[in-house]
């Protein structure tokens, strides 16, 4: 998984993975501090945001710099499908398990997005 030629993916998945796991055992303490009352529930839910959000930014690091070399006709048909891919997850995660089929939707998304971003990169550099 880990390529130095598509550069620096690697430490956004390192550090991706640290705040995953510091939100893991510290989310609680996170809402307590920074988001009302009302909310704190769904505490549990952090660390999955944050895990989506670094897989997604990892692809997209690795889509930018797919960008900075001239090939953007190679990005065309991943980032349309993977977006119609997120909104169908979406809205079929809110219908089906509300708030919780949405950060479930979020990561499949992210994931999609991610290894389709990793095989095209590494398409590029064989």
Known sequence: MFSPQ??????????????FIMTLIM???IFRILVASEYRGISY???WVILAGGLFAC??????KLMSEFKTQTLLVPKIVTALFGVIFNVLGAS???VHGVIVALNAFSVI??????????????
Not at 59 to 64: A, C
Not at 117 to 123: A, T
């Open 6 to 19: 598509l550069g620096s993916y690697n430490g956004a998945l390192l550090v991706t993975g640290a705040v």
């Open 27 to 29: 989310h609680e303490w």
């Open 45 to 47: 839910l952090l660390p």
């Open 59 to 64: 692809g997209q690091m690795i889509s930018l």
């Open 96 to 98: 089906i398990a509300g």
């Open 113 to 126: 997005s991610f290894i389709w971003m990793v095989i095209l990169g590494r398409s590029q550099y064989v």
